[in-house]
């Protein structure tokens, strides 16, 4: 370690060097603060052996300039003085020295406190290390979190894209869906289709828990649930023997394939999901409805009050002994089925008061003469107004049908 001896005595100086020299540091002597000053500047010295008086400026005046110097690195600084008194170790102190020495200088005290900073200074400089990988760990983490947080927007999209186009139409029902995810990607998921030219199938499913697990989970039913039998749909069912016909599934049994499909593994996976399958019968003027688990539905007949349908089930996933039935809904022109997550309900306010199902009963009667599109609207201001923002802490969705004479 280099050590700058500033003295204005040519005799302290060669004194001080020679005893440096003996106890294995680089000695570098210079007369007055003027060279002292550009030498740390150049040279990054960081440890001064520097008299207090010396013509041309004082060692307080030097550890001043360089505590002024906002150098990136630290430099220990002791004064060496033959004032006494407490009024000069205060001021020395104030003016940045980090330790003293009194005149006579006694060479085994000056070697104990130049081994107590260079203690200090490697601490500094390994206290600058950790720094200095903590900062790259920080900019490396900064940098990974924007690759994920452009990938789960990307996810978000695709998510997004997987819905049902708005306010659409599929032999005669009306069909509109809600959807704010908690973040970027949800475990909610609705959907509608055509299963052949007298029914249509639907679905919403929610996912247990958020994120990107729930989100993967809810895609992967997404590409299931299809009526495209290239896929192996568990939809319907086609007869292997003429003529070929393709049997649309009652909702239970498709409920029950998907329960045998997606059992839980305590082991490895945790996931699990509620859902609500129905199938559309557009000649009968019939829904075929299995709930597993999932929020009861509301149904909203034309001439009629708001009820709560379904008596519960069992989640998808968790057992194999789990029992599936569907029950039957007679539906006339302008009756509305609302199906949703328990987001909706579950949205606590300010006072950890939750949404409810009674106010979102009232708030479905209450918007009956509006449609469904502005139905939806209004539910999702309501409930941004109890939550008090438009970030909920579970993901939000809802899926709207409404029939009409030509269903």
């Known amino acids: 370690m280099r050590i700058l001896v500033v003295d204005d005595s040519a005799m302290i100086r060669s004194m001080l060097g020679h005893s440096l020299k003996g106890w294995g540091y680089q000695p570098v002597a210079v007369d007055n603060i003027e060279k002292a000053s550009q030498l740390i500047l150049t040279e990054n010295i960081q440890f001064v052996l520097t008299d207090w008086i010396m013509p041309g400026g004082t060692g307080p005046t030097l550890c001043r300039r360089i505590r002024d110097m906002d150098l990136p690195y630290y430099v220990y600084i002791i004064l060496i003085t033959s004032l006494e008194g407490s009024q000069s170790l205060v001021e020395g102190i104030d003016a940045g020295a980090d330790d003293f020495i009194h005149k006579p200088i006694k060479l085994e005290e000056l070697h104990a406190r130049i081994r107590a900073g260079e203690r200090m200074l490697q601490l500094e400089h390994t206290l600058k290390e950790r720094n200095d990988k903590l900062q790259e760990i920080s900019r490396n983490l900064i940098a990974a979190q924007e690759i994920i947080n452009r990938d789960l927007v990307l996810a978000g999209n695709m998510q997004r894209a997987l819905l049902p186009t708005s306010s659409s139409s599929l032999q005669g029902v009306s069909i509109d869906g809600l959807f704010c995810p908690s973040s970027h990607v949800s475990g909610d998921i609705f959907n509608f289709f055509r299963l052949d030219e007298h029914h249509i199938g639907f679905y919403v499913a929610d996912v247990a828990g958020h994120g990107v697990a729930a989100a993967m989970l809810s895609f992967t039913l997404s590409r299931l649930l299809t009526p495209d039998m290239s896929r192996g749909s568990p939809l319907k069912l086609k007869l292997s023997d003429p003529p070929f016909y393709e049997i649309v599934m009652p909702s239970s049994s498709v409920v029950e394939e998907l329960n045998v499909q997606f059992q839980t593994d ?87 008061e939750l949404f409810g199902t009674d106010r ?41 049908l409404e029939m009409s004479s030509n269903s």
């Open 360 to 400: 979102l009963l009232m708030l479905v009667s209450d918007t009956r003469h509006l449609p469904i599109n502005e139905v939806l609207k209004k539910i999702e201001a309501e409930i941004s107004i109890w939550r008090g923002s438009n970030e909920f802490e579970d993901d939000v969705s809802m899926l709207v």
């Open 266 to 352: 305590a082991t490895h996976n945790i996931l699990y999901f509620t859902m609500i399958y129905g199938v559309i019968d557009t000649r009968l003027h019939v829904i075929d409805i299995c709930q597993a688990g999932h929020p009861n539905p509301i149904y909203l007949p034309k001439e009629g009050s708001a009820q709560f349908i379904g008596e519960g089930g069992f989640p998808v996933g968790i057992t194999t002994l789990a029992e599936y039935e569907s029950f039957r809904l007679d539906y006339n022109s302008g009756d509305r089925l609302f199906l949703y997550s328990d987001g909706i309900t579950e949205c606590a306010n300010a006072n950890n």
